[in-house]
């Protein structure tokens, strides 16, 4: 409406009207009555101007859009739509309102009069396109020519996760992921396409926002006396994952080779979460509850003494006195928001989950931002990540290769049914330090680490002239860990018993990444392009500090972490009195490579059929002799979209195209410098009694081998993309062959020889083929209910082809069973094939039958599955959605060393517990439980693992809150499989001779059964 002066109002509708003049005319009263009157219609004109608007904004289908931004068009004010898709704003009348949302087209509507005003937005078909990351840039996934895997975080595992690698698990096809243990913040093996390497280490290249890990980890394992070699803790684990946005898997060498000499075991591109539309604050909170999912079938107190085991007086179960009922806490925070010109978003993160054995814990602090603005016109982009975390591991005693005596786990499965914890109110009932009471070692130990990372980058973009952009990345990796292991005096366990035992062990990383490459598109007719030229530095630098101290004058566990002092050292007084020793600096370590690359690529499109990529790395490391400093890792790909050609029929096919891609990618995931001659002084040990320090002689660990070179992985791949149903079912096929050689090695020589060992190039063949399947398919699709199925499945064949001599590894340990192993390599068998004696039952005397005699030998059975597959069904009813996801595994098989040390007549008469089909099973006990297929299973498994049900809450027209979720889950609800050990998903590492093992299962932290239940909030 206009804005008229008194004036002008009586002289646009009473033209006529007399002009008063004071003293002039008694009808002056009436005129001021008038004045007023006007003077309140001006007013009202002027608070006229702003009207309420409410309405909703729909989509093509009417279905209403949360999240939809509403803004006056040329100011800052704005809402955004609720969960119905409705909206309330006061705005000038007579202006314009502008509806804009992610992939949809914005649209701007005049208000006028209106007072209600809906709208309905069409979908942008550009935007919606699927983007993929596929390294150091992105392409539409209908474009990209490699095999590549997009994962959202619609996609993601739901639940309790702890580690990135769980959010993919059982979600792609061609990739195993396999969890060493159950223990929170435990370590995660994960293969792409099959296993390729030995020495090299088989877990693909992790790359966070750019920035490339090196695959180290950033914790301390152990070796303690009494409790044997201790594993890691996951290096992932400090990645919030509710902090991800999207993870996309490079498979073959035609994507990975952008990563050259680091992508042989294929890339995992890891985009953390971007502010987006008006700022908006999120909360999500969960509480889960976790229980063990099996117990071992052990005899009970009864049925022990009933087997004739001897009675000491109680009944406990060992079992239910360790495992307990864990809960599970996070908080997540984030607030962000942006727009074209740019974006942030801050969050913090909060992690408190309690493993199912008495006193293990993880927790977790962590800090994200991330932002990027542009300036000068839109031409130069300044944008920077940063993910800082706190994490705080309580470990408990459980091991890779303690003995007989056994670990706590192992403890646990042998103790007396019949024994008591306790021999006097607070005093735990131990005997001998052979049979460990599984109460006092979780009680009387101590096992925290403490590990401080900060990831991130800072990088720019200038658009130097259309189409040709230059961008510089700063990145940075560095960690600080340090773990305090102890054991108190009290603790009967061998070389701890009236000794206790700490060690503190320290780790730090400081590894730093520049990178510098254009980027330049261009068309030409029917011809695009895009190319990059890049260069790439990278250094990673390791150090480590050890300390261990015994004979303590305290069992105050605290005291002893803290004051290393109280380890006390006595010096003899007379020649024949025994030295005592208190506390060693075992040794300390610091090593530097550096990675410096060129790398390119160069993209091709005619017309919208044909595609063409060409890739080349050219990778020198610090790693290698000097030689061969330098690898160079080419590909080239190429993909037909035969969609359209006039030949196929467009009624069937929405998408058809043919992919073929050859590249070569290395792996450079060995130790530092081993091509010279170096000596080092080895570490110092406290022997058993503490009486004696040994080590500490220098010794070589490696010699002169200028040719020392890549280890190199030529793969070939023929995939198959379509879409059919008008878009309904679609999907695609993979097939492909991975040949690694140039094998690294570390070779024991045949003595007498100048060497003891060295390492090589061997001149082997690891061959992996396979065919992966990957469909999705909308079931239903209606405005009320939708339902989603999508499926993936791989076959993989593993083969060693061209190896001289013989490999063993697969540590077995148990009584009885020093030097036992399970697992040989040689040409013509896959890696880590179970080599062992063939089994077939005791004879009349208990003896066992050994048909093929009583050697070891190959009997056709592989750790490395043939199959793995994925199933999940996600539904939507309403503001109701649900997901059930399967996965499962295939044609593998797991050699049980837990049984073959614990489970048997042996045991038994050695006043050790065992599992109920022991008894009476005929079995003599004074034959040695050797190695054989007795105690090898299959490993073949289908898993409920994941059941989500979520209650999106209406939101009508609240002001307060835009989103509101609800949701319960459930994860590990159920297990197929003929497996007698608590889960079949596992892998202990069981080592020898610096050759890793696979698919061993040995006094395993064991797997839980998790419901949780939480909500999220966006204000």
């Given at each position: 409406?206009?804005?008229?002066?008194?004036?002008?109002?009586?002289?646009?509708?009473?033209?006529?009207?007399?002009?008063a003049?004071?003293?002039?005319?008694?009808?002056?009263?009436?005129m001021g009555?008038?004045?007023?009157?006007?003077?309140?219609?001006?007013?009202?004109?002027?608070?006229?101007?702003?009207?309420?608007v409410?309405?909703?904004?729909?989509?093509?289908?009417?279905?209403?859009?949360?999240?939809?931004?509403?803004?006056?068009?040329?100011?800052?004010?704005?809402?955004?739509?609720?969960?119905?898709g409705?909206?309330?704003?006061?705005?000038?009348?007579?202006?314009?309102?502008s509806?804009?949302?992610?992939?949809?087209v914005?649209?701007?509507?005049?208000?006028?009069?209106?007072?209600?005003?809906?709208v309905?937005?069409?979908e942008?078909?550009?935007?919606?396109?699927?983007?993929?990351?596929v390294?150091?840039?992105?392409?539409?996934k209908?474009?990209?020519t490699?095999a590549?895997?997009?994962?959202?975080?619609?996609?993601f595992?739901?639940g309790?996760?702890?580690?990135?690698?769980?959010?993919?698990?059982g979600?792609?096809?061609?990739v195993?992921?396999?969890?060493q243990?159950?223990e929170?913040?435990?370590?995660?093996?994960?293969?792409?396409?099959?296993?390729?390497?030995?020495?090299?280490?088989?877990?693909?290249?992790?790359?966070?926002?750019?920035?490339p890990?090196?695959?180290?980890?950033t914790?301390?394992?152990?070796?303690?006396?009494?409790?044997?070699r201790?594993?890691?803790k996951?290096?992932?684990?400090?990645?919030?994952?509710?902090?991800i946005?999207?993870?996309?898997?490079?498979?073959?060498?035609s994507?990975?080779?952008?990563?050259?000499?680091?992508g042989?075991?294929?890339v995992?591109?890891?985009?953390?979460k971007?502010?987006?539309?008006?700022?908006?604050?999120?909360?999500?909170?969960?509480?889960?509850?976790?229980?063990?999912?099996?117990?071992y079938?052990?005899?009970?107190?009864?049925?022990?003494?009933?087997?004739?085991?001897?009675?000491?007086?109680?009944?406990?179960d060992?079992?239910?006195?360790?495992?307990?009922?864990a809960?599970?806490?996070?908080?997540?925070?984030?607030?962000?928001?942006?727009?074209?010109s740019?974006?942030?978003?801050?969050?913090?993160?909060?992690?408190?989950?309690?493993?199912?054995?008495?006193?293990?814990?993880?927790?977790?602090?962590?800090?994200?931002?991330?932002g990027?603005?542009?300036?000068i016109?839109d031409?130069?982009?300044?944008?920077?990540?940063l993910?800082?975390?706190?994490?705080?591991?309580t470990?408990?005693?459980?091991?890779?290769?303690?003995g007989f005596?056994?670990?706590?786990?192992?403890?646990?499965?042998?103790?007396?049914?019949t024994?008591?914890?306790?021999?006097a109110?607070?005093?735990?009932?131990?005997?001998?330090?052979?049979?460990?009471?599984?109460?006092?070692?979780?009680?009387?130990?101590?096992?925290?680490?403490?590990?401080?990372?900060a990831?991130?980058?800072?990088?720019?973009?200038?658009?130097?002239?259309?189409?040709?952009?230059?961008?510089?990345?700063?990145?940075?990796?560095?960690?600080?860990?340090s773990?305090?292991?102890?054991?108190?005096?009290?603790?009967?366990?061998?070389?701890?018993?009236?000794l206790?035992?700490?060690?503190?062990?320290?780790?730090?990383?400081?590894?730093?990444?520049w990178?510098?490459y254009?980027?330049?598109?261009?068309?030409i007719?029917?011809?695009?392009?895009?190319?990059?030229?890049?260069?790439?530095?990278?250094?990673?630098?390791y150090?480590?500090?050890?300390?261990?101290?015994?004979?303590?004058r305290?069992?105050?566990?605290?005291?002893m972490?803290?004051?290393l002092?109280?380890?006390?050292?006595?010096?003899?007084?007379?020649?024949?009195?025994?030295?005592?020793?208190?506390?060693?600096?075992q040794?300390?370590?610091?090593?530097?490579?550096?990675?410096?690359?060129?790398?390119?690529r160069?993209?091709l499109?005619?017309g919208?059929?044909?595609?063409?990529?060409?890739?080349?790395r050219v990778?020198?490391?610090?790693?290698?002799?000097?030689?061969?400093?330098?690898?160079?890792?080419?590909s080239g790909?190429?993909?037909?979209?035969?969609?359209?050609?006039?030949?196929?029929?467009?009624?069937?096919?929405t998408?058809?195209?043919?992919?073929?891609?050859?590249?070569?990618?290395?792996?450079?995931?060995?130790?530092?410098?081993?091509?010279?001659r170096?000596?080092?002084?080895?570490?110092?040990?406290?022997?058993?009694?503490?009486?004696?320090?040994?080590?500490?002689?220098?010794?070589?660990?490696a010699?002169n081998?200028?040719?020392?070179k890549?280890?190199?992985?030529?793969?070939?791949?023929?995939?198959?993309?379509?879409?059919?149903?008008?878009?309904?079912?679609?999907?695609?096929i993979?097939?492909?062959?991975?040949?690694?050689?140039?094998?690294?090695?570390?070779?024991?020589?045949?003595q007498?020889?100048p060497?003891?060992?060295?390492?090589?190039?061997?001149?082997?063949?690891?061959?992996?083929?396979g065919?992966?399947?990957?469909?999705?398919?909308i079931?239903?699709?209606?405005?009320?209910?939708?339902?989603e199925?999508?499926?993936?499945?791989?076959?993989?064949?593993n083969m060693?082809?061209?190896?001289?001599?013989?490999?063993?590894?697969?540590e077995i340990?148990?009584?009885?069973?020093?030097?036992?192993?399970?697992?040989?390599?040689?040409?013509?068998?896959?890696?880590f094939?179970?080599?062992v004696?063939?089994?077939?039952?005791?004879?009349?005397?208990?003896?066992?039958?050994?048909?093929?005699?009583?050697?070891?030998?190959?009997?056709?059975?592989?750790?490395?599955?043939?199959?793995?597959?994925?199933?999940?069904?996600?539904?939507?009813?309403?503001?109701?959605?649900?997901?059930?996801?399967?996965?499962?595994?295939?044609?593998?098989?797991?050699?049980?060393?837990?049984?073959?040390?614990f489970?048997?007549?042996?045991?038994?008469?050695?006043?050790?517990?065992?599992?109920?089909n022991?008894?009476?099973?005929?079995e003599?006990?004074?034959?040695?439980?050797?190695?054989?297929?007795?105690?090898?299973?299959?490993?073949?498994?289908?898993?409920?693992?994941?059941?989500s049900l979520?209650?999106?809450?209406?939101?009508?027209?609240n002001?307060?809150?835009?989103?509101?979720?609800?949701?319960?889950?459930?994860?590990?609800l159920?297990t197929?499989?003929?497996?007698?050990g608590?889960?079949p998903?596992?892998?202990?590492?069981?080592?020898?001779n610096?050759?890793?093992?696979?698919?061993?299962?040995?006094t395993?932290?064991?797997?839980?059964?998790?419901?949780?239940?939480?909500?999220?909030?966006?204000?």
């Amino acid at each position: 409406m206009m804005n008229l002066s008194n004036r002008s109002l009586r002289q646009h509708h009473f033209p006529d009207a007399p002009v008063a003049r004071a003293g002039k005319s008694p009808s002056i009263r009436k005129m001021g009555l008038l004045t007023v009157l006007f003077a309140m219609l001006q007013v009202t004109f002027v608070f006229a101007q702003e009207v309420n608007v409410a309405g909703k904004v729909t989509d093509s289908k009417s279905e209403g859009l949360p999240g939809v931004t509403v803004t006056v068009k040329g100011s800052t004010r704005g809402t955004n739509t609720d969960v119905q898709g409705n909206y309330q704003i006061t705005v000038p009348a007579n202006t314009t309102l502008s509806f804009s949302a992610i992939g949809y087209v914005t649209k701007d509507m005049p208000v006028g009069n209106n007072t209600v005003l809906d709208v309905s937005l069409s979908e942008d078909v550009k935007a919606l396109e699927e983007v993929v990351v596929v390294g150091y840039g992105t392409v539409k996934k209908k474009d990209a020519t490699g095999a590549v895997s997009a994962l959202g975080s619609k996609d993601f595992q739901k639940g309790i996760v702890t580690s990135p690698e769980q959010l993919m698990q059982g979600r792609v096809a061609g990739v195993q992921i396999t969890q060493q243990s159950g223990e929170p913040g435990g370590g995660i093996n994960v293969r792409i396409r099959g296993t390729s390497s030995v020495l090299g280490g088989n877990n693909p290249l992790f790359v966070i926002d750019g920035v490339p890990l090196s695959g180290d980890n950033t914790s301390s394992g152990g070796d303690n006396q009494g409790v044997g070699r201790q594993p890691a803790k996951n290096p992932l684990n400090f990645l919030n994952p509710d902090d991800i946005q999207s993870m996309d898997i490079l498979k073959d060498a035609s994507a990975t080779a952008i990563y050259g000499s680091r992508g042989a075991n294929g890339v995992v591109l890891i985009t953390t979460k971007r502010g987006r539309g008006k700022g908006t604050l999120d909360y999500g909170y969960s509480f889960g509850i976790s229980n063990i999912t099996k117990k071992y079938d052990l005899l009970n107190a009864q049925e022990y003494k009933a087997a004739g085991g001897q009675d000491q007086g109680a009944d406990t179960d060992w079992q239910d006195v360790l495992f307990r009922t864990a809960k599970t806490q996070q908080h997540n925070l984030s607030y962000g928001g942006g727009d074209a010109s740019g974006n942030y978003r801050f969050s913090l993160g909060y992690l408190n989950q309690d493993g199912i054995v008495q006193t293990s814990n993880v927790k977790r602090y962590s800090v994200g931002f991330s932002g990027q603005k542009k300036f000068i016109g839109d031409k130069l982009t300044i944008g920077s990540n940063l993910n800082f975390a706190n994490t705080q591991d309580t470990g408990v005693p459980i091991s890779e290769n303690i003995g007989f005596e056994g670990d706590l786990m192992g403890s646990i499965l042998k103790a007396n049914p019949t024994r008591a914890v306790f021999s006097a109110p607070g005093v735990y009932n131990q005997v001998t330090n052979s049979e460990p009471n599984p109460a006092a070692f979780v009680n009387l130990s101590r096992d925290k680490n403490n590990t401080l990372r900060a990831l991130g980058n800072i990088n720019a973009e200038l658009e130097i002239i259309k189409g040709l952009k230059f961008k510089t990345v700063l990145g940075f990796d560095k960690s600080m860990s340090s773990r305090k292991q102890a054991y108190s005096r009290d603790l009967y366990v061998t070389g701890i018993r009236d000794l206790g035992r700490v060690y503190i062990r320290d780790v730090e990383t400081n590894n730093q990444l520049w990178e510098n490459y254009f980027t330049y598109d261009k068309e030409i007719g029917n011809v695009s392009l895009n190319a990059l030229l890049g260069y790439s530095y990278q250094s990673f630098e390791y150090g480590t500090k050890n300390v261990t101290a015994t004979r303590f004058r305290t069992s105050d566990l605290d005291l002893m972490v803290n004051n290393l002092g109280v380890a006390g050292t006595v010096t003899p007084k007379d020649e024949t009195a025994v030295a005592t020793v208190g506390s060693v600096i075992q040794n300390s370590s610091y090593t530097k490579d550096e990675l410096q690359s060129y790398f390119g690529r160069v993209n091709l499109g005619f017309g919208s059929k044909y595609l063409f990529t060409g890739t080349l790395r050219v990778d020198g490391s610090s790693k290698f002799g000097g030689n061969n400093k330098y690898g160079y890792f080419p590909s080239g790909a190429f993909k037909w979209k035969l969609v359209e050609e006039e030949f196929i029929p467009k009624t069937v096919f929405t998408d058809l195209s043919l992919r073929v891609g050859y590249g070569v990618t290395g792996n450079q995931a060995i130790p530092h410098n081993l091509y010279d001659r170096r000596d080092r002084y080895g570490d110092y040990t406290i022997n058993d009694t503490g009486t004696n320090i040994s080590g500490g002689g220098s010794g070589a660990v490696a010699y002169n081998n200028a040719d020392l070179k890549w280890e190199s992985t030529a793969a070939f791949n023929l995939g198959l993309d379509f879409s059919i149903l008008k878009g309904r079912l679609g999907g695609t096929i993979d097939v492909y062959s991975k040949s690694t050689k140039d094998l690294l090695f570390k070779v024991v020589s045949a003595q007498p020889a100048p060497n003891p060992f060295t390492y090589r190039n061997l001149d082997t063949d690891i061959q992996n083929r396979g065919i992966e399947l990957a469909l999705n398919a909308i079931v239903v699709d209606g405005k009320k209910f939708s339902w989603e199925v999508l499926v993936n499945a791989s076959y993989n064949k593993n083969m060693v082809k061209n190896l001289t001599g013989s490999y063993q590894t697969g540590e077995i340990n148990g009584q009885g069973l020093s030097g036992a192993f399970a697992q040989q390599l040689e040409a013509g068998q896959p890696l880590f094939a179970y080599f062992v004696r063939e089994f077939a039952g005791f004879d009349d005397s208990g003896k066992p039958i050994y048909p093929n005699g009583d050697i070891q030998q190959f009997v056709g059975k592989s750790p490395l599955p043939k199959v793995n597959a994925g199933l999940t069904n996600n539904l939507k009813y309403g503001n109701f959605d649900l997901s059930v996801f399967f996965n499962g595994v295939f044609g593998n098989y797991i050699y049980s060393n837990t049984a073959n040390a614990f489970f048997t007549q042996g045991s038994f008469q050695n006043g050790r517990n065992v599992t109920k089909n022991v008894i009476g099973n005929g079995e003599d006990p004074l034959f040695a439980p050797d190695v054989s297929t007795r105690f090898l299973e299959k490993g073949d498994f289908v898993r409920l693992q994941n059941f989500s049900l979520g209650y999106r809450v209406p939101m009508k027209s609240n002001k307060v809150l835009s989103n509101a979720r609800v949701f319960v889950s459930g994860q590990n609800l159920l297990t197929i499989t003929k497996y007698s050990g608590q889960d079949p998903e596992v892998s202990t590492n069981k080592q020898m001779n610096d050759i890793p093992s696979f698919g061993i299962d040995y006094t395993s932290y064991p797997r839980a059964r998790t419901w949780t239940v939480g909500f999220n909030v966006s204000f």
